[in-house]
T-cell receptor, first 115, second 118 residues
Framework: AQSVTQLGSHVSVSEGALVLLRCNYS??????LFWYVQYPNQGLQLLLK??????LVKGINGFEAEFKKSETSFHLTKPSAHMSDAAEYFC?????????????FGTGTRLQVTL | GAVVSQHPSRVICKSGTSVKIECRSL??????MFWYRQFPKQSLMLMAT?????????EQGVEKDKFLINHASLTLSTLTVTSAHPEDSSFYIC??????????????FGPGTRLTVL
């Protein structure tokens, strides 16, 4: 079984401030981990993914995430928030079995960016 | 590349009618497609996994007779909500995976379909 916990359903930061969105996972096998962003009334866009290569993963729009096995975490960060970063962010996990597997999503974190 | 489209983007229907939603992979062959449902301010819940040429696999609690899925070609999967009721109103999102190509672990998501049942 696999699951994802996103701490904080709502995060508010000032423009230019550090963004930190938390994600902890549970998986009985080595996981693949993903961060997706969703803008209102739109589908999901992949920000970055961890596939057992480098533990520090760089994604689009200046986001990055670090896989920490000892902490079972995959937190998403961005050094300086921009107004356009305001959206819903989902962490997701799938099994690393070498073949296609289902995604399990966290409950999401809404990021608000203020002036 | 890796574009997935959905049609329609928004649909309003009367209670008791059926609604079909299409999901297409535009620049790759999708051997596997997934259908999700998302309630307002909530996460995505997987409804079913659709494999080309075979029956869909439904998640526990999803009524297969109510949510009919057809994946007749490598670029098209359809979800039909039969005898829709107001409680079926939701945002339906599909995704596609290309097992034979670019990334067998990544899902490419469509833009979603907003269904409102009156």
């Amino acid at each position: 079984a696999q699951s994802v916990t996103q701490l904080g359903s709502h995060v508010s930061v000032s423009e230019g401030a550090l963004v930190l969105l938390r994600c902890n996972y549970s998986s009985s096998v080595p996981p693949y981990l993903f961060w997706y962003v969703q803008y209102p009334n739109q589908g999901l866009q992949l920000l970055l993914k961890y596939t057992s290569a480098a533990t520090l993963v760089k994604g689009i729009n200046g986001f990055e995430a670090e896989f920490k096995k000892s902490e079972t975490s995959f937190h998403l960060t961005k050094p300086s928030a921009h107004m356009s970063d305001a959206a819903e962010y989902f962490c997701a996990v799938s099994r690393n079995t070498g073949t296609a597997s289902k995604l399990t999503f966290g409950t999401g974190t809404r990021l608000q960016v203020t002036l | 590349g890796a574009v997935v489209s959905q049609h329609p983007s928004r649909v309003i229907c009367k209670s008791g009618t059926s609604v079909k939603i299409e999901c297409r992979s535009l620049d790759f062959q999708a051997t596997t497609m997934f259908w999700y449902r998302q309630f307002p301010k909530q996460s995505l819940m997987l409804m079913a996994t659709s494999n080309e040429g075979s029956k869909a696999t439904y998640e526990q609690g999803v009524e297969k007779d109510k949510f009919l899925i057809n994946h007749a070609s490598l670029t098209l999967s359809t979800l039909t909500v039969t005898s829709a009721h107001p409680e079926d109103s939701s945002f339906y999102i599909c995704s596609a995976r290309d097992l034979g190509g670019r990334s067998h672990i990544e899902q490419f998501f469509g833009p979603g379909t907003r269904l409102t049942v009156l």
